[in-house]
């Protein structure tokens, strides 16, 4: 889920994800298959394969998962037919989603992630109606560490190419142009800076944040968004909600 604030919900996210892993590993051995197929299967010539390795290793995925999802992608071993769709929505309070979906067949996955729009009173949006107002970008979470200054972190991630970084209660968060993040990935590692590589990613940010103050629309919302990224088929769900850490907090329990 992407929104404000992340890393109140990067927290709770991840009290949630060890229960789940199975269905983890599955969502990262697509995108692999998918991104192997574009790029080839050598990581050290598809920046972007690399980049889903370590978050593979991040979430201690079996190396014997991850060698199948790339030769799946490779053409080495016989892999479904899966076809990318986005699916766009709004929740309560008019914050505006977007679903990213792998599926091998589209007709169930479009049939079921309408239900869940449904069970939330919502529909589907037509395309582009919700994903104008996002861009795509990198985004790297750092968590704060003893020792990081930001300053210091700064001038790793500018030098390496960033757009920008804010720092936030938690921790901080770099983005950059799509084709950077791998490097300014690959920047922080020569520096020994750790980041959250399980959450740090290219996706969906959203240029114009809708503002939720009222606890019971935020929960609605993060409802709606655990449904959606409980479904086998979705990999990812942007949304453009914005709420302080308080709200956060308590939107999650």
Same mark, same amino acid.
């Given at each position: 889920?992407?929104?404000?604030?992340?890393?109140?919900?990067?927290?709770?996210?991840?009290?949630?994800?060890?229960?789940?892993?199975?269905?983890?590993?599955?969502?990262?051995?697509?995108?692999?298959?998918?991104?192997?197929?574009?790029?080839?299967?050598?990581?050290?010539?598809?920046?972007?394969?690399?980049?889903?390795?370590?978050?593979?290793?991040?979430? =201690?995925?079996?190396?014997?998962?991850?060698?199948?999802?790339?030769?799946?992608?490779?053409? $080495?071993?016989?892999?479904?037919?899966? $076809?990318?769709?986005?699916?766009?929505?709004?929740?309560?309070?008019?914050?505006?989603?977007? @679903?990213?979906?792998?599926?091998?067949?589209?007709?169930?996955?479009?049939?079921?992630?309408?239900?869940?729009?449904?069970?939330? =009173?919502?529909?589907?949006?037509?395309?582009?109606?919700?994903?104008?107002?996002?861009?795509?970008?990198?985004?790297?979470? @750092?968590?704060?560490?003893?020792?990081?200054?930001?300053?210091?972190?700064? $001038?790793? #991630?500018?030098?390496?190419? *960033? !757009?920008?970084?804010?720092?936030?209660?938690?921790?901080?968060?770099?983005?950059?142009?799509?084709?950077?993040?791998?490097?300014?990935?690959? *920047?922080?590692?020569?520096?020994?800076?750790?980041?959250?590589?399980?959450?740090?990613? #290219?996706?969906?940010?959203?240029?114009?944040?809708?503002?939720?103050?009222?606890?019971? #629309?935020?929960?609605?919302?993060?409802?709606?968004?655990?449904?959606? $990224?409980?479904?086998?088929?979705?990999? !990812?769900?942007?949304? =453009?909600?914005?709420?302080?850490?308080?709200?956060?907090?308590?939107?999650?329990?």
């Amino acid at each position: 889920m992407s929104g404000h604030s992340k890393w109140a919900t990067i927290k709770h996210k991840k009290g949630a994800a060890d229960a789940k892993r199975g269905k983890v590993f599955s969502k990262i051995a697509k995108e692999m298959t998918i991104v192997a197929k574009a790029g080839g299967g050598d990581p050290g010539n598809n920046p972007t394969l690399r980049t889903l390795m370590a978050k593979a290793k991040s979430v =201690n995925m079996p190396n014997d998962n991850i060698d199948r999802a790339i030769k799946k992608g490779t053409g $080495e071993l016989a892999a479904d037919i899966l $076809e990318e769709i986005t699916y766009e929505g709004y929740a309560q309070g008019g914050v505006g989603l977007v @679903v990213k979906v792998l599926t091998d067949n589209k007709n169930r996955a479009a049939a079921e992630v309408r239900n869940i729009f449904k069970k939330n =009173n919502s529909d589907f949006a037509g395309l582009g109606a919700v994903s104008r107002g996002f861009e795509r970008k990198g985004t790297i979470m @750092v968590p704060a560490t003893d020792g990081l200054t930001e300053d210091g972190l700064m $001038e790793v #991630v500018l030098g390496a190419g *960033a !757009d920008d970084m804010i720092t936030e209660e938690g921790g901080f968060t770099v983005t950059t142009q799509p084709s950077a993040f791998a490097e300014v990935c690959a *920047a922080l590692e020569a520096a020994s800076i750790a980041f959250d590589q399980e959450n740090s990613q #290219v996706g969906l940010v959203a240029v114009q944040l809708v503002p939720v103050s009222d606890l019971s #629309v935020a929960k609605a919302v993060n409802k709606f968004v655990s449904m959606l $990224e409980d479904h086998d088929d979705v990999q !990812d769900v942007y949304t =453009n909600m914005s709420v302080d850490d308080a709200i956060a907090e308590q939107a999650h329990e």
